[in-house]
């Protein structure tokens, strides 16, 4: 079993910046897909990033050219930098991992990101 823990969230102004940070229990070098994804109250959980293995990247549409997914394998970290906070980035913030293309996923306990305006 993998375990996830965010840590980095809270209360930005708008227009700022935030990193989250993700710590795994396993080597991340095993892991297929190491993501982040969010959920904004009274929505559904949607993706924000992911990075594969390969370190190949995909983006939500709300998150290019403002946030940057990377992962450090020596500290079994993922990153999700964040700029140019907005109030609509208000939301639960969670880690994900995927061990292969065709098994379940596991999750974090996720972490508030507040964007004040």
């Known amino acids: 079993q993998v375990q996830l823990g965010e840590s980095g969230g809270g209360l930005v102004q708008a227009g700022g910046p935030l990193r989250l940070s993700c710590v795994v229990s396993?080597?991340?070098?095993?892991?297929?897909?190491l993501g982040w994804y969010r959920q904004a109250p009274g929505k559904q959980r949607e993706l924000v990033a992911t990075i594969l293995t390969t370190g190949a990247t995909n983006y939500a549409d709300s998150a290019k050219g403002r946030f940057s997914i990377s992962r450090d394998n020596a500290k079994n970290t993922v990153y999700l930098q964040m700029n140019s906070l907005n109030s609509e980035d208000t939301a639960v913030y969670y880690c994900n991992s995927k061990l292969g293309p065709f098994v379940s996923d596991y999750w974090g306990q996720g972490i508030q990101v507040t964007v004040s305006s």
């Open positions: 396993t080597p991340i070098t095993n892991i297929y897909r």
